[in-house]
């Protein structure tokens, strides 16, 4: 798979603190990449670097081959944006905002109302923006970024102030843009998101880069307990079952709760219905992005700085 994005030695300073310290990476084409970190890590001055709004202090970033910095028209062709918070004419309707957007970018007419239609608007086509709410304004940035059908969709923070359903719609809107061949960075603070969509994860802290890779990989490299709780037709003793598996259980009520590794998780499935032994109910509670991006900010400095 090529290289949709290539980051390279990319750094930034805000009043002699570096917001983003030597960072390189790759997106890859048809990968969903999201970008984690507290206010502060350097997120949102990265993206603003990939779409030229700054420029970095070094580095060099090149989208499709082609070198972004010093920023140049062509470029923007390679991909569209959602920003945080998008400026948005409140006198304007939702139908003319985007025929503004496609006039602009010399896209035909009938994409307006296609785009619309996608984010559950097309009925709100001749409704003035600023009667929208704040989830119908952030679908409508959504509208316009999806307006080019560019080869890469950089998205920040793109859920913020959709509720659950039209969060939902929206995993599935950037699935179907992956199936597409489309390329997806976007920046958020929804863990279960960026764990029910992400391909690859780059968590950054302070400028930096902690992790890059996939979340298997992430949970590997954090390595914590997995709890398996059962409950058998007849009671089992606990001590017993510690001694026979080889690893801590613990008695709650009807319900014994095993205590293993990730490695040890298949051995002891294997081996609860033996001697006769039939389970009647069991959960597993393995390690969630959530529990390990906890861990990773208790351990790392709090940055003093505001998101940047």
């Excluded at 949709?4 to 030695?9: A, F, I, L, S, T």
Aim: glycine content about 8%; overall charge positive; charged content about 30%.
């Amino acid at each position: 798979m090529t290289s949709c994005v290539v980051v390279e030695h990319v750094s930034k300073k805000y009043n002699g603190k570096k917001a983003v310290n030597d960072l390189s990476f790759e997106i890859k084409r048809g990968e969903i990449f999201s970008l984690l970190g507290p206010n502060g890590a350097g997120k949102s001055t990265l993206i603003r670097m990939m779409t030229g709004l700054i420029q970095p202090d070094s580095g060099q970033i090149r989208m499709n081959g082609e070198q972004v910095l010093p920023f140049k028209k062509e470029v923007k062709r390679y991909f569209s944006f959602l920003p945080e918070t998008m400026s948005l004419y409140p006198n304007l309707t939702a139908g003319e905002t985007l025929r503004f957007f496609s006039r602009l970018q010399r896209i035909p007419r009938h994409r307006c109302e296609e785009v619309l239609d996608v984010v559950g608007l097309l009925g709100f086509k001749d409704k003035k923006i600023g009667g929208f709410s704040k989830g119908m304004r952030q679908r409508l940035g959504l509208a316009v970024a999806l307006l080019d059908e560019a080869p890469l969709l950089i998205l920040d923070e793109p859920t913020s102030g959709l509720d659950p359903y039209w969060s939902s719609r929206f995993k599935e809107i950037i699935r179907r843009k992956k199936r597409e061949g489309i390329s997806v960075l976007f920046a958020s603070h929804d863990l279960y998101e960026v764990e029910s969509l992400a391909d690859r994860i780059a968590i950054l802290n302070e400028g930096k880069l902690y992790y890059l890779g996939t979340l298997d990989g992430l949970k590997a490299r954090h390595p914590t307990e997995i709890r398996i709780r059962v409950r058998f037709e007849v009671p089992q003793d606990p001590d017993g079952l510690s001694r026979e598996l080889g690893v801590a259980v613990n008695r709650m009520g009807d319900w014994a709760e095993l205590i293993c590794r990730r490695e040890e998780k298949v051995r002891i499935l294997r081996s609860l219905e033996k001697g006769g032994r039939k389970l009647a109910d069991l959960h597993i509670h393995e390690t969630t992005l959530e529990e390990i991006y906890r861990t990773i900010s208790g351990r790392a400095p709090s940055p003093q700085m505001d998101k940047l």
